[in-house]
């Protein structure tokens, strides 16, 4: 299993101060938070994507190549890129173009997003929002597959044999797909035997095992090789020296973040009787000691039937910077060796 971290990039206000994080110190903060990753052994670092104000990951290939450049051997990917409003071709492109500076480091998890700020942005209809997907993502794999080719679509221009450069360092460049909690999402990803990310930011891990499922069962009815299925889990976590700690660290981002989402989707309030159950042993955060993380990425692993990487989101403590350092040194000295020495990765 592959242990890493996922980052929003998020800049949050302080609630002692009521002072806003400075973008440039916030982007130098997240370039140095993929430094220490690499530096501590973590296998991946992705980058989201959003167009609001409270975030600065607008062009996460860009902030991926700022990283590539610090880094060594962590793996480089979005966290996810938002395909359904933005042009394959130049995704492709980006993504290649990074791989190059990270000599084969790249990867692209694509979805729909979350946030919908991007469809109207660049021009697209929210009424789309599915056959946006469906296309781009069908344009992408062929981009994928060769240089030039001839292809009409309805939302971009045609193809007429123009090539698309530069081609990535790696042969295959990888492609995800990151889903929430659509079945359909679940099926598309195994029939097209494509990696599955798994965005787990409430509840419990067990609801979704009915839908790994059915992306386990399109997998093989495309007839796919069973043994090439790839289950990854997005998930809330931070680690500290103890469960308390780590809370603490946590609570007051996730907090301001939740309580900001609620008011813009109808929500309830978030509350701290929540955040407690989601800490807890039947909830989906990966809050906590070492102890504690390690024991729920095993559970998670169980619970789901096998799970290739397990990432955290854990941008809502950025404004604890010391501690942000201390859970990133952590999950990488503390936890990942426990989870590879469970799978037989290491030697010790």
Same mark, same amino acid.
């Given at each position: ?11 949050? @206000? ?21 430094? $220490?990753?690499? #530096?501590?052994? $973590? ?6 994507? !959003? ?41 492709? #492109? ?11 480091? =790249? ?25 946006? /997907?469906?296309?781009?993502?069908? $344009? ?23 090539? +698309?450069?530069?081609?990535? !360092?790696? @042969?295959?460049?990888? +492609? ?24 787990? +930011? ?28 790839? +289950? ?9 020296? @103890? ?11 996730? /907090? ?17 009787? #929540? ?35 397990? *990432?955290?989101?854990?941008?809502? =403590? ?22 590879? !020495?469970?799978?037989?990765? *290491?030697?010790?």
């Amino acid at each position: 299993m592959e242990i890493g971290i996922d980052s929003f990039a998020m800049l949050l @206000t302080d609630p002692a101060t009521g002072r806003l994080q400075s973008a440039v110190d916030r982007m130098e903060s997240v370039l140095a938070e993929v430094e $220490l990753a690499d #530096q501590v052994g $973590l296998d991946v670092f992705g980058i989201g994507e !959003h167009h609001r104000a409270n975030a600065l990951d607008s062009a996460p290939a860009v902030i991926l190549s700022a990283a590539a450049a610090r880094t060594k051997s962590i793996r480089l990917t979005s966290a996810v890129a938002v395909l359904s409003a933005a042009d394959p071709v130049r995704v492709f #492109q980006e993504f290649s173009t990074l791989d190059l500076i990270s000599r084969g480091r =790249a990867e692209i998890v694509v979805g729909r997003g979350s946030s919908v700020e991007a469809y109207p942005l660049f021009g697209f209809d929210l009424r789309d929002y599915e056959a946006l /997907f469906v296309e781009k993502l069908d $344009l992408l794999l062929k981009i994928r597959e060769q240089p030039s080719f001839k292809w009409q679509g309805r939302f971009r221009p045609s193809l007429n044999g123009e090539g +698309i450069f530069p081609r990535p !360092h790696q @042969t295959t460049l990888p +492609i995800w797909l990151g889903v929430g909690g659509t079945p359909t999402s679940f099926v598309r990803a195994g029939t097209l035997g494509l990696p599955l990310m798994v965005a787990i +930011i409430g509840g419990s891990f067990e609801r979704f095992l009915p839908l790994v499922e059915l992306y386990r069962r399109a997998w093989l009815a495309a007839g796919h090789p069973p043994e090439n299925q790839t +289950i990854g889990v997005h998930a809330l976590g931070f680690v500290a020296d @103890t469960d308390e700690s780590a809370k603490e660290a946590f609570f007051p981002g996730w /907090f301001q973040m939740f309580t900001e989402a609620a008011k813009e989707r109808g929500w309830s309030a978030p509350t701290r009787a #929540q955040f407690e159950h989601m800490c807890g042993p039947d909830g989906a955060f990966l809050v906590g000691s070492p102890q504690t993380v390690t024991a729920k990425m095993l559970h998670v692993d169980r619970i789901l039937g096998g799970v290739s990487r397990i *990432t955290l989101q854990m941008s809502t =403590a950025a404004l604890e910077v010391e501690a942000m350092r201390r859970s990133i040194d952590l999950l990488g000295t503390a936890v990942a060796p426990i989870i590879r !020495h469970k799978y037989g990765l *290491t030697s010790e």
